[in-house]
């Protein structure tokens, strides 16, 4: 069975660091493009970043809110790819779900895979 599973969330303050994983099992992240999204309460899924497939290496897309924040790498060695957080703020607060699609910048509702979300809290 081809799934995705997420790992990593918790509770953390403001200023402090978390790093999340998505593993996929039943299928190789090598051909795939990794999306990073979050749904905090009350509001709409929205992407975090895209890790797309280069020539030689990943591309990275970030939205503003995160950018110099939020880095996606990949493991392809252990099929998973990381998505590590730091200087969180209390905004930051979300589940948050990683997705494979075959293609760049597709939309959600087209992702051919989901985990099933890890969830992120930033209080003091």
């Known amino acids: 069975q081809s799934q995705l599973v997420e790992s990593g969330g918790g509770l953390v303050q403001p200023g402090g660091s978390l790093k999340l994983a998505c593993t996929a099992s039943?299928?190789?992240?090598?051909?795939?493009?990794i999306g990073w999204f979050r749904q905090a309460p009350g509001k709409e899924r929205e992407v975090v970043g895209l890790?797309?497939?280069?020539?030689?290496?990943?591309?990275?897309h970030y939205t503003d809110s995160v950018k110099g924040r939020f880095t996606i790498s990949r493991d392809n060695a252990k099929n998973t790819v990381y998505l590590q957080m730091n200087s969180l703020k209390p905004e930051d607060t979300a589940t948050y779900y990683c997705?494979?699609?075959?293609?760049?910048?597709?939309?959600?509702?087209?992702?051919?895979?989901w985990g099933q979300g890890t969830q992120v809290i930033v209080s003091s």
């Open positions: 997705a494979a699609d075959l293609h760049c910048g597709s939309y959600q509702d087209e992702y051919d895979y």
């Open positions: 039943g299928f190789s992240l090598d051909y795939y493009v």
């Open positions: 890790s797309c497939l280069g020539s030689t290496d990943q591309i990275t």
